[in-house]
């Protein structure tokens, strides 16, 4: 029975020419191991045999279910034209197709990383004292922000308005669970930083060579080499490092950039241990077209959205469109300043920061949790902005009738 | 050996099991392509459903300059309009028809509705109050007017000294005339969202008032948020409501005050829902009178800054736009509005 068996086996096999060959050669592999190796040998091959046939099946089910996804993917995308296009005939032949709106995925809650102190302050051009400062970053705290960017421990040379960078970290009334990040250039600024008792730093990449070597006199590889070691050395001392990179939709020298490099910087910042990126359009020329295209980039590139946050420029008034793009993209984190503080350096007269006053009061009318009390924030702008003597730059604020 | 003779044929089969899989080669060809391929990525949900064409609506020469102080000369009106069209401008809200006891700014309308140059294919819509109004605009050559509801009794009561629905039975007379003589009728919704007064509307009621103006014949409804309150939020559920009573969104416009900044993300929300009319002011004239100090319009070059970087076609030559808007602006003494005017460096 055995031998038949056997035999009509091999009688199929050698019906098949193509593996003829093949099966003669693994029969005799076969005999030759069966002859001369133990058979605790054998069944080790055997294992190891069955082993990789599972691996190859599991691989090609993967690689079918994505085939299956880009297909459903591109269907998708043919019926969403094909949508648009028959809402167009519909409207000529006044016959309507009403279709519900896709669902959109908002977060429930987003954090705000306050920036006026720093990126709003460093804009402008009166010298604000050393008090006034420790003041506007208590009242900002007070308003529920958890993350307020104080200062930056560049050279008083460039940037004279941080010239009192330690002395502001020092001063500023520290209240737990919120996170003071300061700004350094350098392992320079790290000393001082670290002198002064920083617990988080925030270090800048580019997207583009040009604004790299012009704002920084050196090729963005060179500048994410020289962060790479304040990264590594604030992270000996157990400092957090937030990353950010600028002009992630366009430069003012170059034009538009490619999302492509934008994900790379970021990843970059990731690998030398940023906890998180923040993706700035440095000249607020973003819209959401280019910002969506520009973040579906970055998530392509396997960054994971919840280490995402974005820094909108209201140069042209784009910003909180943007960051709804971004909100509806998975984005949790956005960066703004209170009174909309700080112009445009690249376009003069223009505005600069979105004001954290609009950002809240969307994100409110959104029922987004902020965090963040709207009077108690405004109570800030007001302050600064006397204090400085100028408007608030923020709609909400123009339109409360604030002082300011 | 048995065993061997056994185990062999298992082996046997086994490799010609493997062997014989004509899958096999099409699994090494995908596990070397798997590996060079890009991840798969879907387009963002924020730009599945966009319209690819968008219609602006320009209400700056009057719901913009109705709210300016400087009274604008009927030569700077018309020449305003008529930069306005130059730029690409579809359809361009000349004008209104009310009592100039009420709104000096447009005593001049008869004047600069015959006094500007028409283009063929451009619309110059006019606001009409009433039947008198109407007669007015009918003399002086009207070819479309534009006709107000509101979604809130208290806006109403204040603004016009008359219940919603008795407003409706006066514009019904007012829209039944016009059509009798070819004239196109938009409609207004008014406070769709807040109102000064009552706060918070509910959505029904801009459904309710919406289906009113559309069967009395308005070829289109305009969803204002008079005082700006409006955020993605709130927008979204208020066209909701108003898609939920089978209103199709093709007749939908929407008017968007900038006051809390927040009109480009209402009409960025309002673009995914389907709609594909916006109205806007160049160079976002006219301020609010419910805040004092605050703005008004969205400006339309910002609009039209948005909607060209995200690929949608509005036939709007920006240029052309900023000099209509410096224009006026030079005109009344006041700087633009608008941010995108601001970061060119425009003279306004």
Known sequence: MANLLQTTLCNVIMADDAVNHANNFVHQLVLFFSRHILITEYM?????????????????????????LAAAADTEQKYQVGV????????????????????????RRVRIVEVGPRDGLQNEKTVVPTQVKIEFINRLTRSGLKTVECTSFVSPKWV?????????????????GVSYPVLVP??????????????????????????SRKNINCSIGESLARFGAVAQAAR???????????????????????????????????????????????????????????????????VPVHVLAVHCHDTYGQALANILTSLQMGVTVVDSAVA??????????????????????????????????????LDAADYICAQIDRPTNSKVGRALCRKS
């Open 186 to 211: 350098n392992l320079k600024g790290l000393e001082s930083a670290l002198a002064a008792g920083v617990e988080e730093i925030a270090i800048f990449g580019a997207a583009s060579e040009s604004f």
């Open 84 to 107: 648009s296009q028959s809402r167009e005939q519909s409207a000529a032949s006044a016959a309507p197709i009403t279709r519900p709106p896709p669902p959109v995925s908002l977060p």
């Open 160 to 176: 004279p308005q941080m010239a009192d960078h330690s002395e502001v970290l020092k001063g500023i009334t520290k209240v737990p």
């Open 236 to 302: 000996e001392k157990g400092v957090r490092v937030r990353g950010y990179v600028s002009c992630v939709v366009g430069c003012p020298y170059e034009g538009p950039i490619a999302p492509a490099a934008v994900a790379r910087v970021t990843k970059t910042l990731l690998d030398m241990g940023c906890y998180e990126v923040s993706l700035g359009d440095t000249i607020g020329v973003g819209t959401p077209g280019t910002f969506a295209a520009m973040l579906q980039a970055v998530l392509d590139a396997h």
């Open 340 to 377: 909309g503080l700080g112009g445009c350096p690249y376009a003069r007269g223009a505005s600069g920061n979105v004001s954290t006053e609009d950002l809240v009061y969307m994100l409110r009318g959104m029922g987004i949790e902020t965090g963040v009390d709207l009077d108690l924030l």
């Open 44 to 68: 080790i091959i055997m294992v190891c045999l069955i082993v990789m046939w599972e691996l190859v099946k599991s691989v090609a089910k993967h690689c079918a279910h994505n085939v299956l």
